[in-house]
Structure formats: C-alpha cells, structure tokens
C-alpha cells in the first residue's frame, strides 16, 4: 500500500502524450479544422496571385512590345550606371582600406600581414643580394677571360 502512494499519480492527458498513444478526438478536430482553414487560404491567395499576373501580363505584354525599343536601352544605361557607381564606391572603401593599413603600417602598428610583407622583402632583399654578386662575378670572369664553373 505504501508503494501505491509513493507513486506519481499522472492524469489521463499526461499519460495519453507520454506513451504515445492518440490524443482525444477533440483535439484532432481543432487541428483538422484549423489546417483545412489555413491551407483553404492559401490555396485561394495563390489562385489570385496566379489570376492578377495572368492578367497583368496580358495588359502589360503590347506596351512593352511598343515600347521596347525605348525601354531597353533604358534599363541598359540605368545597369551601367548603377554598377558604374557599385564599382566606383567598391574601388573608394578599397584604397582607403588600403591606404589606412599602410598608414597602420608605417607608423609601427603591424597591421596584419605586415609579418608576411617584411619575410617577403626580406628574400627579396637576400636574393637580390646574391644577384649582385653573381653579376660582379660574371663581369670580373668576362673581363679576365677565365671562366669558373
């Protein structure tokens, strides 16, 4: 008796959603009801979307046949413009980007890469270095006339 009255006690709805096992037929009625009345929506909102475009296009379609040829060169001048002044604002942000990391750079900042530049002009610096002598010894070979291989 005690182990009767140590146990939870769950009420008819918990134990329904707990195992699994349907849910009362109210419920699903509510649900069936209220699908029925959304999808119903829908369908009829798409039904006059799909109307309205149909017939747009059908009043639509000789005006622009009349008036393609002025059209299109419009929206062609209106594309290169726009992308005109994409690029030019693109190329704006990108110099003063750039002009603020060499600023950076300059005044001591080590923005980043300023590792990678310095290893690059070190190598630079080392082979241009090891061409300047292969240079003078090529020229001191040509002038005395030995070659050294």
């Known amino acids: 008796m005690a182990d009767y009255y140590a146990q939870p006690q769950h009420t008819q709805h918990q134990l329904l959603h707990s195992t699994g096992q349907q849910q009362p037929r109210s419920h699903q009625m509510v649900k069936a009801a209220t699908a029925v009345t959304a999808g119903g929506s829908l369908l009829l909102l798409s039904g006059l979307t799909l109307a309205a475009t149909v017939i747009a296009l059908t009043v639509a379609t000789p005006l622009l046949v009349i008036f393609s040829p002025v059209i299109v060169p419009a929206v062609v001048t209106m ?16 110099s003063i980007s750039v002009l603020s990391w060499i600023y950076r750079y300059v005044t001591g900042k080590r923005p980043p890469g ?22 003078q010894e090529f020229g001191q070979q040509h002038v005395t006339g030995t070659l050294h291989t």
Do not use: I, P, W, Y
């Open 114 to 135: 300023a590792d990678q530049l310095d290893h690059a002009r070190h190598r630079l610096a080392t082979k241009a270095g090891e061409m300047k002598d292969r240079a």
């Open 79 to 94: 594309f290169l413009l726009f992308s005109g002044f994409l690029a030019s604002g693109g190329f704006g942000v990108a």
